[in-house]
């Protein structure tokens, strides 16, 4: 930067001799003031998403920079919502990326009294154990009068209503094809 | 709508804004009130009488919408002359059996077709499986050939029957039932009525807290008759709406995580009615049948071929062997207390918080704690994985960490943003989210979860030789390496042509042959052509204001249901000002700006040929195309547990005796009689003075459900960050409650404490000659995150509707006293005390019929 | 500069030295939409990064940020008020109309139940029950001698809580709400006390707070007749809206007009929205809505106009607006020589200490 440049950026420079004589406006406007740009504006990709809180299906747009999210708002195109959000859509980005979300496995063991660290894989063996074990104690071939039941009344699920279809889908055709049907969700609460 | 779907609420005010009138029922005043035009307070539990009387302010002054009513709804049919009325029985319909609390419906049916009505038995194998729920996309089955009498004149049809049985709800009873004075009443018929027709509609909205109650499928009922009478359904501005309060909770009925459904609400096989294949198959179709449910079989045959693939043969009836069958009630209620009784080894919970979000929370931790193992998938620490160390039965002494066998896995979640795939919002419209980012660590989709647990179960099984394991070893799960795919998920639910691999573009593609699969088939259609329809954004400024091309709504992308309707029997509209879509003669087609809910082609004049079932079967004027006579129930001969029309029952928890019946509560609701679910008393039971006032329960703009995704935000829980109850100025008065002081509230089942917020939002209602008090408190509350209070669903007992088997929480009775509650095991004395004077002591039993008379007199008095 | 650019009539930017100034922006919030949701509150803190500001059940209806603050730079006021003027014309009865007042009955009632029910040998530990039709009519004062003594002061905001005697039976009652922000003055005294020129008029004509600049001395609090702009505890800084002067230079809306589910917040040029506003304003008293009046719209108030001005159902007062504010600095003139000596004797010492440094 060279002198002249670097006085002409003084406020007071620009001031005295600019347009804005009582240094108010563009006189006193920073670098930064200067440079300012929505975060939307710089980012490297948006994904079209929906709002996760409820029915309405409001439209998001979500502005991803360095592979983080940095915005989250409403999606102008949409018919349904026309870019608008609620409180809790508009908080969708803290939703996201809150330092207070859990992000590893923790596990309890039976009589425990806190939480101890897990990892991902073998929490998941020990859930598939269990689901065997579980199922195997409480196997239920027959009824009475010998038609088939093919189920197990030991394993219980709640939970869908905030997840996709094809979540869903997953969910109900490996619990089906396994005999659990105690299969719930929001649904029927 | 304003309070709990904001950005919904936009198309009110726009609405408004072109002059429309805004009328907002609800017992408490909240910010929906304060947009709309009027706000009518009513007593919670008691809006069948509210519109029981606006039905009959329509039929006695003749204002329902004729020519519709004649062609487009039952009411001309006759009905048996078995039929008996709640006027007639005080309060109970023909066919009431005390012993199971169940109907025989036979009597209910239209004439000629009494053996058609469900018998005791059905009816309560019905009930135990929330079968009501399978017609969500279609009515129950029903002979197409049915007595009528087009002039409404015959005493048993359908139209006399309804004014009959609603002549009593006339304004005066309204006032003395519901407390909204006469006057006001009256402005709101006038205002429903002379604002529908031929050129103008209503839109009745409702929440979902209307299905929560012992009759709220009956609440829809009447809204739905009203809806009928006047002429609003199936065209634009009409309907009613049901706001649902969950990002896909549709999605989750269409392919079920329901105990009772699989995909496209075919009913999961019961063991005695479904034994084998075909058995299962003729229950969903009814041969002989009118309408699309006639072609059921290949809608089951190509789920079976989705589920299990090639192992799904015509020899070994397409796998429908491995299914596993229903013995009756194992509703997500019946689970809890199966927990507590030890029967339930495991437990998943997906998104899903039942220690904070589900009645009667107490039941609901205590059966956590009496598993082997709870998963708990999540975003952030809730209040079910955390109820061994932080929940209130802790602080009562009931659980303790040292003594609590329950192994925990806590598995984080991935968010919305991280993942792909599709949400059905509540218009029944499927839109495909994009995938931002990664989930972060060891956050995952559910979709990773259930594929890779799948994949190490089947690993297991491997080698097995067992016929329980034949299911899960022929089950097609192959979805890559790492990541499912969302949209083949999407395909696959979506179904292919087998023979070209082609993806169908309509359900009327499938055969029950084994040539075409497809996971679910009112889903179809999604991957048209091979394109993902529901990842469509045109934007809304650049197509018609029905929106078709974005996301995609089923059945075929139609966005109004059974829009047939808004046209006239010949088939034009109604009116220029409400057309939607119409036959055009020339072309030989339907058309609009709609996707036609009706054959394309076929024209308004075809009558069936004789003998005629299926599709073939369906009139030209048979709007409601998925009911077995094609026409809109105002009554309703078969399909729903607790009667053929709506009345006026009290909730199961009521200070009130109801006025207009000896029956006091729906007498077939489901109970679960036992000790640690009391129900504090009701009318004809002594010491309903115990609990003296009514409590409601909703939602807060500013707080999502149970608080899982919102009490953990700063910027939310700032808003609305302390648990409180709303009393009118009255009731402060009465009970000495001081404005931001402390109280708590009180049921048989707990008592929760809460700030006070007095306001002039609640007002007491003058029922029966008596000033009710009601209070409302917000459900959000829990144990974990950045603000904690007691959670309102502790106070709810467990009493369900007996259609779908959903819980009564919008309403009940409680005490409340000013200050906080005892703690330890205080509390528990507590509480206990008042079980004690409301008479709630060991072997009382809720009694269920409370007729007077005399041929019930067998009942349980 | 003009005779008097600190008070009267006048565009701002121009008046601050943009020689090419794009049109006035500003905000017209219209009251009589706004369902208090606070989706303004959160999207403005969500885009800005704005901490919380708390978590303290305040009990003022439902607001609960208590006001603008540092941390709160859009806020919804709630007013519960008693009044037969529903806001709306449409010939049904009020919404409280004819509704009951007094005690409940509830300890004398269950007369059915009484009277019917088997005795199973508890005791409720009740006053025995009578005749709840007559109770209804005549409470006995004994056992209520709270009831009908006239209203009770609650600790509400408003303490004369109606409907609780029959001498103020229950008639109609409207929820007001109102999201507030910045007004962005056309005469902004936050920015003429400004020492450091940290507050500066954008482009936009909007005010804006350069928090790479502010240094914490909080003139502007005092000096802002709306009570607005406020210093944030933690790092001493002046903060407020900034009408998303980011988002603006990009040609976006700024984030809480942007999330409003019922456009109760409209953003846009000004003039037009003064336009909107009056036809908003008329259309609203055709229908029957007669308290509906405009702040902050005209030219001619004491700040010269607002950039974010309103469409209100009642007095200023009633949503905690001042009825007349007056920019703080339109005696400034006056002072100004010396107040200009001053500060140019501050410019030139800031000067000199920038030399030595860059030296």
Redo the contacts between chains.
Sequence with gaps: MGVRTWIEG???YRQLT?????????????D??KS??????TAD?V?????????????QR?F?KD???V??????????????????????????T?D????????????????ER???ET????????????RE???E?A?DEG????????????????????????????F?????????????? | MAEAHPVGFQWVIEAKNRGATVIHVDPRFSRTSALAHTHVPVRAGADIAFLGGVVNYILSNEKDFREYVLAYTNASMIVSDDFLDTEDLDGLFSGFDPKTNTYDESSWMYAGHEEHGQAHEESHASRETASAQQHESHGPPLPGDVRRDPTLQHPRCVYQILKRHYGRYTPEVVEQLCGVPVDKFLAVCEAWTSNSGRERTTSLVYSVGWTQHSVGVQYIRTGAIIQLLLGNMGRPGGGVLALRGHASIQGSTDIPTLFNLLPGYLPMPHHAQHVDFQDWIDDIRHPGQKGFWANAEAYAVSLLKAYFGEAATEENQWGYGWLPRLTGDHGTYRQALDMIDGKIKGYFLLGQNPAVGSAHGRAQRLGMANLDWLVVRDLYMIESATFWKNGPEVETGEITPETCRTEVFFMPAASHAEKEGTFTQTQRLLQWREKAVEPPADARSELWFFYHLGKRIRARLASSTLPRDAGIKNLTWEYGEDEPSGEAVLQEINGFDLSTGKPLSTFNEMKPDGSTSGGCWIYTGVFADGVNQAARRKPGSEQSWVAPEWGWAWPANRRTLYNRASADPDGNPWSERKAYVWWDGSAGEWTGHDVPDFEKTKPPSYRPPEGASGVAAISGDDAFIMQGDGKGWLYVPSGLIDGPMPTHYEPAESMIRNPLYGQQANPTRKVYDRDDNPTNPSPPEPHTDVFPYVFGTSRLTEHHTAGGMSRQLAYLSELQPEMFVEVSPELATERGLEHLGWAHVITARAAIEAKVLVTDRMTPLRIEGRIIHQLWLPYHWGAEGLITGDSANDLIGITLDPNVLIQESKVGTCDIQPGRRPTGKALLAYVEEYRRRAGLIPGHHTPIVTTRAPEDADGQQ | MGSNSLYGPLDPAPDAGYTDAPPRMGFFTDTSVCIGCKACEVACKTWNAIPDDGFNLLGQSYDNTGGLTANSWRHVAFIEQPRSDSGAATGVPGAFAGLPTGPSASAQSAVIAATTGADTGTAPGLPPAVDALAAAGTVDPQLFPAAGTGPQFLGMPQTDLPGRTSDAPRTDFRWLMMSNVCKHCTHAACLDVCPTGSLFRTEFGTVVVQEDICNGCGYCVAACPYGVIDRREDDGRAWKCTLCYDRLSDGLMPACAQACPTESIVFGELASLREQAAARVETLQSQGVDSARLYGHSDDDGVGGDGAFFLLLDEPEVYGLPPDPVVTTKDLPDMWKRAGLAALAMAASVAVSFLGRRG
């Design positions: 003084w406020p007071v600019g347009t804005d004589p009582l240094g108010r406006g563009a006189a006193a406007q920073s930064r003031s300012l740009t929505a975060r939307t504006e990709r994904a079209k998403s929906v709002c996760p809180y409820c029915a309405v299906g409001c439209g979500i991803v592979e983080k999210v915005q989250i708002e409403g999606d102008p195109d949409s018919p349904i919502s026309r870019g608008r959000l609620c409180p809790k859509g508009s908080a969708s980005l803290s939703l996201v809150s207070r979300r859990r992000q590893h496995v923790l596990y309890r063991r039976p009589y425990g009294t806190e939480w897990l990892d991902l929490a998941m063996d020990m859930i598939a154990d269990r689901v065997l074990e579980a104690q409480t196997w071939d009824d038609r088939p039941l093919n189920r197990t009344l030991g394993i219980s699920s709640l939970g869908g209503a905030t997840l996709d279809n094809e979540e869903n889908y997953l969910i109900k055709k490996l089906t094809a396994l005999g659990a049907i105690q299969i719930e969700n929001q649904a029927r609460i």
